[in-house]
Each structure stands twice: as C-alpha cells, then as structure tokens.
T-cell receptor
C-alpha cells in the first residue's frame, strides 16, 4: 500500500485557516488522495478527495502539488467542531488504509 | 437521506462466545466495508463487499467472517471471541467500490469481550 506521512499533531486558533500537510512521495498515477477525519467518539467522516487538480467543497479545500508527491488539506476557518484526527489516505484499487493521522487541536 | 446504521451500538460478550454485528448502508449504496478500531492498532480494514460478493479481505483470522445480502445490508460475525477482539467495529458504505469513491461511516458497534 502507498504510504503517507503526516505530522502527529497540530494546533490552530479558532477562526484561523488551517493547513494540514501530507507527503506521499510513492504515489502512483492512479492513486486518489482521500481525506477523512474522526471526531471524538464518532466514526470517520469523509472530507474530500482528488486526483490531480485542486478540489473544493463545503467542508474544505484540497491543494495537490504538481508532482502529486504532497498535498494540503485547507480548513478555511477552524472552529472548535473541527478538532479531530485527520487522515490522509492514498487509494488505488484497494480498501482505505488508515495511518495514525494528524490530531488537530483548536484553541478558542 | 438516512446515514449508515449499525446495530447494536454496544455489546458485551464473554470469551469463547460468538457475535453478529449488523450494518445497513445508505439507501442506494451497494458497497459495504468493515473496519476494526482499537487504541493499539488504530483503524484496520476487515472486509469489503459489493453485490453480495467479497472483494477484499484484511489480515484477520478466519474467526472473522462477513456477508452481504441482496438488499446491500451486511453482517459480520466473530466466532470464539478473544479478549483482544474488544474494539469499535465500523461499517462504511459507498455507491460503488473503487478508487475515487468516498465512503460514509456509521457510528460503530462497541464490542467488549470479558
């Protein structure tokens, strides 16, 4: 399975933008980049995914490097409800493989 | 549209017993996956089903089994329970299996084995 590298933890102030990085230097041409998050005591929640181009949805934006070896999940205005573990996952024709993710803390 | 539902939400079993967990996917979704989450191992993939066929299986012993019905509902079974099977079992559904498809997770079933 293709691997991703994420910081263990990050901290953000409320109402500030948050940039969550993910490195995936061994990505293959057909791998999609998926982001999920898991809030305390809940199942994982889909956030966004993309292949080559940057993507936006109501929750977040995904910026993908031109060589696709890294990506950044952008939360435009962090709220206390965004405190969660964020997982960056490469998905080929295989099931989702979750790593340890980045634990995001949001400070009021 | 209703989300993924899992029953029961909580379960306590004794070592050696067996257990069956149920998952109802989002209406119209035909692919169901199961995951186990423990503090030590994190989220680990168990099975993936599509159109009543198992497409993928994770690295778990044969005591773990599953199936999918014609209405896309899925069950997983764990026989001869061990203490280490205590975990949160999560079900996720998607329209189809595949790389560019998002999955939607249920709240999970918390299994405690004593």
């Amino acid at each position: 399975d293709a691997k991703t590298t994420q910081p263990n933890s990050m901290e953000s102030n409320e109402e500030e933008p948050v940039h969550l990085p993910c490195n995936h230097s061994t990505i293959s041409g057909t791998d999609y980049i998926h982001w999920y998050r898991q809030l305390p005591s809940q199942g994982p929640e889909y956030v966004i995914h993309g292949l080559t181009s940057n993507v936006n949805n109501r929750m977040a934006s995904l910026a993908i490097a031109e060589d696709r070896k890294s990506s950044t999940l952008i939360l435009h205005r962090a709220t206390l409800r965004d405190a969660a573990v964020y997982y960056c996952i490469l998905r080929g024709n295989t099931p989702l493989v979750f790593g340890k993710g980045t634990r995001l803390s949001v400070i009021a | 549209k209703a989300g993924v539902t899992q029953t029961p939400r909580y379960l306590i079993k004794t070592r050696g017993q067996q257990v069956t967990l149920s998952c109802s996917p989002i209406s119209g979704h035909r692919s169901v996956s199961w995951y186990q989450q423990t503090p030590g191992q994190g989220l680990q993939f168990l099975f993936e089903y599509f159109s009543e066929t198992q497409r993928n299986k994770g690295n778990f012993p044969g005591r773990f089994s599953g199936r999918q019905f014609s209405n896309s509902r899925s069950e997983m079974n764990v026989s001869t329970l061990e203490l280490g099977d205590s975990a949160l079992y999560l079900c996720a559904s998607s329209h189809l299996p595949g790389t560019g498809v998002e999955q939607y997770f249920g709240p999970g079933t918390r299994l405690t084995v004593t």
